[in-house]
């Protein structure tokens, strides 16, 4: 079965610095791989999705996600964080080759301090 | 832009109700999907629906069964109440593109129900 790691259940930074959220994914496919956001009592909203294209996928609001097949990786960064960013994100993986369900992992709480 | 609504923000419930949350979408989407949110637990699946009457178990379905009688329309439904039942909802809907199968469509979710039973 296909599964999501997000290695940090909580990441502080400063306001103007760069983000960096982890995530490796195991998957016996190549994944179909998705970053999503959820701030304070709102649902759920892609960020940015990774589909067999171009490894280096770029999302909205400035993040962007490298594909690393040797590391199993989908780290999300941003050069600079801002206030507006503080929310839950969350990696997703494909469940299997062309499966539409979604894995997801458990979560990364972002915090932006001023 | 895809809408994807549900019933109800915030509900109370007391042990043993029969509870239904209901989800409708409007960008025809074939696929829907129910999932419970938990802190620290991330998204897990309780079910989904790839076409109208069909469905099919995700990782956590005991306690729930579900309904989709129209295209647009995916019900949860929660045969008899508990406690461990509180929790926030998610309700989601994707495509399926027919030709290409190895295609994964994101999904998108409505603003959630949270749920508490007393």
């Known amino acids: 079965a296909q599964s999501v790691t997000q290695l940090d259940s909580h990441v502080s930074v400063s306001e103007g610095t760069p983000v960096l959220l982890r995530c490796n994914y195991s998957?016996?496919?190549?994944?179909?791989l998705f970053w999503y956001v959820q701030h304070p009592n709102k649902g759920l909203q892609l960020l940015l999705k990774?589909?067999?294209?171009?490894?280096l996928v770029k999302g909205i609001n400035g993040f962007e996600a490298e594909f690393k097949k040797s590391e199993t990786s989908f780290h999300l960064t941003k050069p600079s964080a801002h206030m507006s960013d503080a929310a839950e994100y969350f990696c997703v993986v494909s469940d299997g080759r062309g499966a539409q369900k979604l894995v997801f992992g458990q979560g990364t709480r972002l915090t932006i301090n001023p | 832009d895809v809408k994807v609504t549900q019933s109800s923000r915030y509900l109370v419930k007391r042990t043993g109700e029969k509870v239904f949350l209901e989800c409708v979408q409007d960008m025809d989407h074939e696929n829907m999907f129910w999932y419970r949110q938990d802190p620290g637990l991330g998204l897990r699946l309780i079910y989904f629906?790839?076409?109208?009457?069909?469905?099919e178990k995700g990782d956590i379905p005991e306690g729930y069964s579900v309904s989709r009688e129209k295209k647009e329309r995916f019900s949860l439904i929660l045969e008899s109440a508990s406690t461990n039942q509180t929790s926030m909802y998610l309700c989601a809907s994707s495509l399926t593109t027919s030709g290409v199968p190895f295609l994964v469509w994101e999904q998108y979710f409505g603003p959630g129900t949270r749920l508490t039973v007393t």
């Open positions: 998957s016996s496919y190549s994944p179909s």
């Open positions: 990774y589909t067999s294209a171009a490894t």
């Open positions: 629906s790839y076409d109208v009457k069909m469905k």
